[in-house]
């Protein structure tokens, strides 16, 4: 089964103690080894990098996308037809956040139906099941 990798998932890896930490730098070490068949898209790759820079901590961003820009066998452009259906989603879920449409939008026109992420707004996008790092090994 393919699914797509959120952002949070390498932060949480990459990132300082945290309850998420183990069973996301479990995950990432099973994509790196090429147990998951694990995707992504490019829009992911900067918002690794716009949040660490964000924290001040840019060169742990750059650490954390390097690993990520590895271990992922293939990172999706986002599409102008993408962005289009990101508005529509948008207009259907109000909390989601565009960057998080815009993930959806590209699943959809990719086929990839499960996402793995911690985020919850996904659980209301029609057509796309998301599921823990921890709920695949």
Same mark, same amino acid.
């Given at each position: =089964? ?6 949070? *998932? ?15 730098? &479990?995950? =990432? $070490?099973?994509?790196?080894?090429? $147990? ?5 898209? *490019? ?19 750059? *650490? ?15 599409? $102008?037809? &993408? ?6 989603? $948008? ?8 960057? &998080? ?32 790092? &921890?709920?695949?090994?």
């Amino acid at each position: =089964m393919r699914v797509f990798v959120d952002a949070n *998932v390498p932060m949480y890896a990459g990132g300082r103690s945290h309850p998420f930490k183990a069973p996301s730098a &479990d995950f =990432m $070490l099973a994509v790196g080894r090429r $147990l998951v068949d694990a995707v992504s898209d *490019v829009e992911v790759l900067q918002e690794i990098l716009h949040r660490y820079r964000a924290v001040g901590r840019a060169k742990d961003g750059t *650490v954390v996308f390097d690993a990520f820009a590895t271990a992922v066998r293939l990172f999706h452009p986002i599409l $102008l037809e &993408d962005l289009w259906e990101c508005r529509r989603i $948008l207009a259907r879920h109000e909390a989601l956040r565009p960057r &998080d449409a815009i993930h959806a939008a590209v699943m959809l026109r990719t086929g990839v139906r499960t996402i793995v992420s911690y985020d919850r707004h996904f659980d209301e996008i029609p057509g796309i099941d998301r599921v823990a790092p &921890d709920g695949l090994l």
